[in-house]
C-alpha cells in the first residue's frame, strides 16, 4: 500500500512565522505535489517537483517555496506565514507517470493566528 | 479562474438513489479525468477515472460520463449508500497536472 504520511494533522502558528510542513512518501515515487485545499475552491497546486532538487510552480506558488533533498521528502515553506495561508495542505505523490494516479496524505490544517 | 466547474455544491440522496455530480472544462488540452472521493479527515482518494476517447466508464456501482464535443463528464452513483457519503471532487489533468473542481459535498439518507 502507498503510504503518504505528513508530519501534523493540525498546526497553530504566529503571522510572521517561519512554517514547515513536511511530507514523506513510502513508495519511490518521482513525483510529489502540494496543493491547498480551502472550501468552495477545490484543490489547487502550490508547487510540484519531478525529482530531487527539482521544483516547478504550481497554480499560487506566492509566498511558499518548497525544499526536496530527497527522493522521498518534500517539504513546504511559508517563509512568513499570514493569516490567509490559513488552509489545509495536503501532499501527494506519483510515479514519473502523467497518468497514473496521484495518491495523498492526511492533509495538514495550518491556522495561522 | 476555476478551470474544472463543478456542481452542485452539495447533494443529498436517499439510501439506493441515484447521485449525479457534473463538471465542465473548457481547455480541450486536458486528456485524462479522474474523480476523487474524500473523506472527513483524510486525503482524497482516486475513485474512477476516463480518457476522452471513452464515451462511459464503470465500476460497480460509480460510472462516469463523459460527453467531449460538450467538454462536460459526470459521475452517477447508482443505489447510493450511507457509506457514500463523502466529498467528490472531479479533476482534468493536463501535462500530468491535476485541475480540481470544486467539490460536491454528498450525504446519502438511510
Known amino acids: 500500500d502507498v503510504k503518504v504520511t505528513q508530519s501534523s494533522r493540525y498546526l497553530v502558528k504566529r503571522t510572521g512565522e517561519k512554517v514547515f510542513l513536511e511530507c514523506v512518501q513510502d513508495m519511490d515515487h518521482e513525483n510529489m505535489f502540494w496543493y491547498r485545499q480551502d472550501p468552495g475552491l477545490g484543490l489547487r497546486l502550490i508547487y510540484f517537483s519531478y525529482d530531487v532538487k527539482m521544483k516547478e510552480k504550481g497554480d499560487i506558488p506566492e509566498g511558499y517555496s518548497v525544499s526536496r533533498e530527497k527522493k522521498e521528502r518534500f517539504s513546504l515553506i511559508l517563509e512568513s506565514a499570514s493569516t490567509n495561508q490559513t488552509s489545509m495542505y495536503l501532499c501527494?505523490?506519483?510515479?514519473?507517470?502523467?497518468?497514473?494516479?496521484?495518491?495523498f496524505g492526511p492533509g495538514t490544517r495550518l491556522t495561522v493566528l | 479562474q476555476q478551470q474544472v466547474k463543478q456542481s452542485p455544491q452539495s447533494l443529498i440522496v436517499q439510501k439506493g438513489g441515484i447521485s449525479i455530480i457534473n463538471c465542465a472544462y473548457e481547455?480541450?488540452?486536458?486528456?485524462?479525468f479522474p474523480w476523487y472521493q474524500q473523506f472527513p479527515g483524510k486525503g482524497p482518494a482516486l475513485l474512477i477515472a476516463i480518457r476522452p476517447d471513452v464515451s462511459e466508464k464503470k465500476e460497480g456501482r460509480f460510472t462516469i460520463s463523459f460527453n467531449k464535443s460538450a467538454k462536460q463528464f459526470s459521475l452517477h452513483i447508482m443505489d447510493s449508500q450511507p457509506g457514500d457519503s463523502a466529498t467528490y471532487f472531479c479533476a482534468a489533468s493536463k501535462g500530468g497536472n491535476l485541475f480540481f473542481g470544486t467539490g460536491t459535498r454528498l450525504t446519502v439518507i438511510p
Open positions: 501527494a505523490s506519483r510515479t514519473g507517470a502523467i497518468t497514473d494516479t496521484q495518491y
Open positions: 481547455n480541450t488540452a486536458f486528456d485524462y
